[in-house]
């Protein structure tokens, strides 16, 4: 499996600060998508092109995904991605054993999270949920 780690910034909430890219289909037989720490910016980018498509790949499944924290989602309160400039965020729930840990984010600081993809949300994000960091 050839990997290409790449490097990607981008200025508001959480945003990707690299990624892995996997060659070959991505998919594992446990019906969970192997797409390593895939960036908030492929996330919204592959949703924003194509949701159909980005839900058949994602939606209900386990992914990893890493960016750069600067803010938080604010009618829940959870932390926020921030993939494409002007696209969807990703927003990133965390079950309450784990929610103590998001006090600790800093602006700047990069983040990887292992969560299960909910879908895009209203035209206005992709909502994750069960996060737990990495």
């Given at each position: 499996?050839?990997?290409?780690?790449c490097?990607?910034?981008?200025i508001v909430s959480?945003t990707a600060?690299?990624?892995?890219k996997?060659?070959?289909?991505?998919?594992t037989?446990?019906?969970?998508v192997d797409?390593?720490?895939?960036?908030?910016?492929?996330?919204?980018?592959a949703?924003?092109?194509?949701e159909?498509a980005?839900?058949?790949?994602y939606d209900?499944?386990?992914?990893?995904?890493?960016g750069?924290y600067s803010g938080?989602?604010?009618?829940?309160?959870?932390?926020k991605?921030?993939?494409?400039?002007g696209g969807?965020y990703i927003?990133?729930?965390?079950?309450d054993?784990?929610?103590?840990?998001?006090?600790t984010f800093?602006p700047?600081?990069?983040l990887?999270?292992?969560?299960k993809?909910?879908?895009?949300?209203?035209?206005?994000y992709?909502r994750l949920e069960?996060?737990k960091m990495?």
């Open positions: 499996m050839t990997r290409l780690l490097c990607a910034s981008i959480l600060a690299g990624c892995d996997l060659g070959g289909s991505g998919a037989s446990g019906g969970s797409v390593g720490a895939i960036s908030a910016t492929d996330i919204s980018k949703y924003m092109d194509n159909t980005a839900a058949a790949k209900g499944k386990p992914i990893k995904i890493r750069t938080v989602e604010q009618v829940r309160l959870n932390p991605l921030d993939g494409v400039s969807l927003e990133c729930d965390f079950d054993s784990e929610k103590a840990v998001t006090k800093k700047g600081m990069t990887t999270f292992s969560c993809v909910i879908g895009e949300q209203a035209g206005r992709v069960h996060c990495l």
